[in-house]
């Protein structure tokens, strides 16, 4: 079964740089949820997008925005990138009210 | 402000045994709750997902119960296996299509 997939999986950025982070959801999925998770952390909701509007938003700093695509994949751009952003991030999709799944996450360092 | 915490923080058992990890909620008016696991490094592998109306659900090895009213839930682990070696995470959904909030989650190792 198709699964949530992220790009990169892996990302180096030094300070200040700008990053972008990508999502596929799982086909017929109508919702996109963006998490981060530092090291020993437990994931933290950023933002969430329904039908390509943006549905939720949590801890998301204003140097990141994300949108949701007509083909319904989801970008999260991240800019001024400081050391305190090094984490996994994860996307995960559902339809409107079901279980959520989430992708492998995209590890990103920032040195 | 929901908050989600979990107990124990750790748990080493050796291979067979049964186990309870468990979940609070602060707020009870949640939509439903997810049972996941999470292998180091890796990405959140849903294990269970029970809506608000529902006790528990069943999957395997794996049940997951849910007492709303007193904002608790249980993943009871039977014969546990090296393999369920990993970071169990509960995260609740706090309204119709809206994000979850996560537990600090359990990590447990299964001792051949």
């Known amino acids: 079964a198709a699964g949530v997939i992220q790009s990169p999986r892996h990302l180096i950025k030094e300070k200040r740089e700008t990053a972008t982070l990508k999502c596929y959801p799982i086909p017929r999925h109508d919702t996109v949820y963006w998490y981060q998770q530092g090291p020993g952390q437990d994931p933290q909701f950023l933002i969430s997008f329904y039908e390509k509007m943006q549905s939720d938003k949590g801890s998301i700093p204003d140097r990141f925005s994300a949108q949701q695509f007509s083909d319904y994949h989801s970008e999260l751009n991240m800019s001024s990138l400081e050391l305190g952003d090094s984490a996994l991030y994860f996307c995960a999709s559902s339809e409107r009210t079901e279980e959520q799944y989430f992708g492998p996450g995209t590890r990103l360092t920032v040195t | 402000k929901q908050e989600v915490t979990q107990i124990p923080a750790a748990l080493s058992v050796p291979e067979g045994e049964n186990l309870v990890l468990n979940c609070s909620f602060t707020d009870s008016a949640i939509y439903n709750l997810q049972w996941f696991r999470q292998d180091p490094g890796k990405g959140l592998t849903s294990l269970l997902l029970?809506?608000?109306?529902?006790r528990e659900q069943t999957s395997g090895r794996l049940n997951a119960s849910l007492d709303k009213s007193s904002g608790r839930s249980t993943l009871y682990i039977a014969a546990s296996q090296p393999g369920d070696s990993a970071t169990y995470l509960c995260a609740v959904r706090r309204g119709y299509g809206q994000n979850f909030v996560f537990g600090p989650g359990t990590r447990l190792s299964v001792l051949p």
């Open positions: 029970i809506q608000s109306s529902q």
